[in-house]
């Protein structure tokens, strides 16, 4: 699976979102990263993290990395 890596961080957390090439909240082509193909989504944060130290994935296609802040 490709996955994306937002460039626009989110307003309140400063977040960088992660996301699947199939998911409808992927940001456009010109906002994102191409992160690459990988097996499973923790490949991918690892990919993010050496864009933006503060990523997060998307809580709709990628509940298995999303971490809920409190």
Known sequence: MLYLLNKNSQIKTGEHKIHKETCSRK???S???ELG???NSE???CEAKKYYFNCNGCKYCCPEIYLKKI
């Open 31 to 33: 906002n994102s990263v």
């Open 37 to 39: 193909i990988f097996y």
């Open 27 to 29: 940001p456009k082509r």
């Open 43 to 45: 490949v991918a944060v």
